[in-house]
Each structure stands twice: as C-alpha cells, then as structure tokens.
C-alpha cells in the first residue's frame, strides 16, 4: 500500500487535533451550564440566593470551583504564566479602556437589555467600543500612569460608603467581581480560548494584535451562557450584546496576554461606580 504524502498526514492530524479541541471545550461549556443550573436549583441554595437579594450566589460558587479546576488541570501553561504576570502592563490596559467600560456599564443601567431594541442598542455600543478599544491599546506598551484614573474613579465611592450598607455593597463586590466575573473570565477566555488557540491558533491580526477562532468561538459560548441565567426563560436579546461583550474580553486577553485585565473590565461592566453610587444614595 502506498504512504500518504506526509504533508496530508500532518494536515489530517491538525484537523483532528481542532476537532477534538472544539469537542472538549462545547462538552465542558454544556456541563458548566448543567452544573450551574443543578446546585442553583437544589433547595438550599435557593434558599440561600433569596438570602442575599436574589443573587445566584450557589450557582456561581459551583461555577468557580468547577472553572478554576479545568483551567489549571487542561491549560497548566497558561496557569502558571498567572503567577508571573506584569501587573503595570495590565494596569496600562485596564486604565486605558476604564472610560469605554464605564460607559457601557453606565448604558445597562438605563438600557432595557432584555429586549431587542436595547439588546441592539447596547451591541452597536459595543462594537463602536471594540474598535476605539483596540485602537487605543495597539501599541506594545501601555502607558500605566494612566491606570490610576480606574483607581480614583473606583477608591472614591468607597470613602463615602454609608455604615448602614456597607456590608451589602462589599457583598455585591465579591459577587460580581469574583463569582461572576472571574469564573466567567477562567472559563471563557482562560479555558475555552486558550484550548482553541492551542488547536486553530491566530490566523488574523487586528490593530497589531494577533487573534483567532479562540476568540470568536469563546465569544459565541459567553453569549449562549446566558442564554438561560433566568430559570425557564430563553433570553436571546441577552446572548446578541453578551455575545459581543465576549469579543471585547477576548481581544483584551489576547492583548494582555492574562485573564486579569479582563476580569476587571468584566466587574466593572457588572457593577461599575455609578451603580455602587446608586445603591448607596438612592436604592
């Protein structure tokens, strides 16, 4: 029998290296969904979500637990690079893109999302803040003076925090910027991005920065993800703007090559300034 060239070998072994890539990262991301969905619905935990205001607090705890174990057991290399990370380099990034965050955090609040008139709204936003985004951080090195603007602009409403709310406002921190943010930022762009980029790496540079279908793929299951956040109800208004939030993470990890960057810039998306404002002022 005669050999296959070696060059189809080799491109028969890629296309099932991308396969089995894609495989794993859809099975894991369909059971996060199931995991979520099953500790979030056992009795207890909802018993402890109306505890603290509705919160999915059980669900993400899960999550988080769940996340940070495939990250560091599927892409040990990224993992260890967490611990030898410049935090100037992603002070720069975070301080550059503060403003656009803040203004995307600020038009959630007052945009009705759930529906596809300001699901849409929101999107345009989003793609007019991807764009000035990855204009502003093309260079190499961002400037990390400017990353004390994100610092003012968050210490400044904690020096006013009320005694009376103090507690909850922290509690809502924690929430939003570890349980969601950061599991969601471990799975989506430490986990799912990293495996895919190991399979289809970076075939496309934008604004000096290289990217791929690691990107897009990761982009597409952070939108399916909240899909069904509220119990039988399918929203996809929420899967059209998160789905584009998601690119907006992804090129801001591939930029700073970590997840802390994004992971910031997802609290602040969440639960920026102006809500811990209104919550102390005016809820």
């Not at 491109?11 to 794993?24: D, N, S, V």
């Not at 030898?84 to 990034?93: A, D, E, K, P, Y």
């Not at 400017?146 to 929430?175: Q, R």
Request: proline share 4%.
């Amino acid at each position: 029998m005669q050999k296959q060239p070696k060059s189809i070998e080799q491109t028969t072994t890629k296309m099932r290296t991308k396969i089995f890539h894609l495989a794993e990262v859809v099975i894991v991301f369909l059971l996060m969904v199931f995991l979520f969905h099953y500790f979030q619905s056992i009795p207890l935990a909802e018993k402890w979500s109306s505890s603290m205001g509705g919160l999915p607090f059980p669900g993400y705890a899960v999550l988080l637990i769940a996340s940070v174990s495939v990250f560091f057991f599927r892409c040990p290399h990224q993992a260890r690079q967490l611990r030898t990370v410049s935090f100037n380099r992603h002070l720069g990034i975070i301080g550059q893109t503060f403003i656009p965050f803040f203004v995307l955090s600020v038009a959630l609040s007052w945009i009705n999302w759930q529906n596809w008139g300001g699901a849409i709204l929101i999107s345009i936003i989003e793609i007019g803040l991807l764009i000035w985004i990855a204009s502003t951080v093309k260079d190499n090195q961002p400037p990390a003076k400017k990353a004390s603007l994100i610092n003012g602009m968050i210490v400044t409403p904690i020096l006013f925090l009320s005694a009376s709310k103090i507690g909850d406002v922290i509690i809502s921190i924690i929430y939003f910027y570890i349980f969601v943010a950061f599991s969601e930022e471990i799975l989506f762009r430490g986990y799912i991005q990293t495996r895919l980029n190991m399979a289809f790496g970076h075939s496309a540079t934008v604004f000096g920065v290289q990217v791929g279908w690691g990107s897009l793929i990761s982009a597409i299951l952070f939108g399916f993800w909240h899909l069904g956040l509220a119990m039988g109800e399918l929203r996809w208004p929420h899967v059209l703007w998160t789905f584009f939030a998601g690119l907006i993470f992804a090129f801001v990890r591939e930029k700073s090559e970590s997840i802390l960057a994004p992971t910031i810039l997802h609290g602040i998306m969440n639960y920026g300034p102006q809500a811990i404002l209104f919550y102390l002022f005016w809820r």
